[in-house]
């Protein structure tokens, strides 16, 4: 299966970013409340169309980000504490749908300390560090909320890193490129509403944002375990 293709819930998928992405240009940003929604709902209506079998955390986490999208839209930094507890609940949500891709034989020392994960965290936590003095100032009194939102989204990153290393599984680079887009978006939405807010950044950041989730999703579609591995 092509990760672009014309199947109805496909097509519903890609013209939700078209209308976000006109909205972001055309109108005011409260208008996106109405429209974000829509690619949510349609990222929904593809996974239970397509997948050979649901998992219950996918769409607990969907309605999770279905809620939080609606608090960015409305005042990023007056609702950042329960922005920070819904996305928190997104990335937990959709840990929990990668766990079943994920063995105690996995986690592996060799692997994880390995050159390339080494200089990854490395590179993680520096901007994780660069992003949090930036904004310090408006999210002071909210520091909790800031520290379960990170830990959640390590271990949402790590687990698509992971993954993608043991490679037992096909289509496994969607994964890798979901948390790519997920550590992108993440780096700049702060910014983006906290800093200074242009349309181009919100276009970019909304296109990136459903872009990841449909990565992930289309990788719970069409993945199998590799033939050496069944």
Request: glycine content about 2%; charged content about 10%.
């Amino acid at each position: 299966m092509g990760l672009f293709q014309l199947k109805i819930p496909y097509l519903l998928f890609y013209s939700s970013l078209f209308i976000i992405a006109t909205t972001i240009a055309v109108f005011e940003k409260l208008t996106l409340v109405y429209v974000k929604p829509f690619a949510i709902i349609a990222l929904m209506y593809l996974y239970l169309s397509q997948t050979r079998k649901v998992n219950p955390w996918y769409l607990v986490g969907m309605v999770a980000l279905f809620i939080s999208d609606i608090f960015i839209s409305i005042n990023f930094e007056y609702y950042f504490a329960m922005i920070s507890l819904l996305i928190t609940f997104f990335y937990i949500s959709f840990s929990m749908v990668l766990k079943d891709f994920i063995t105690f034989k996995d986690f592996k020392l060799a692997d994880l300390v390995s050159f390339p994960i080494i200089i990854s965290l490395l590179l993680v936590f520096y901007m994780i560090y660069s992003i949090t003095e930036l904004i310090w100032p408006h999210v002071l009194s909210s520091l909790l909320y800031l520290v379960i939102i990170l830990l959640s989204l390590l271990v949402f990153v790590g687990l698509c890193f992971l993954i993608y290393i043991r490679d037992r599984y096909q289509h496994n680079v969607l994964l890798f490129a979901s948390a790519c887009c997920c550590l992108f978006v993440n780096s700049l939405l702060p910014i983006n509403e906290l800093y200074y807010y242009t349309r181009v950044f919100s276009i970019i950041l909304a296109i990136t944002q459903f872009t990841s989730i449909f990565l992930l999703t289309q990788f719970l579609i069409v993945t199998d375990l590799k033939k050496q591995f069944i």
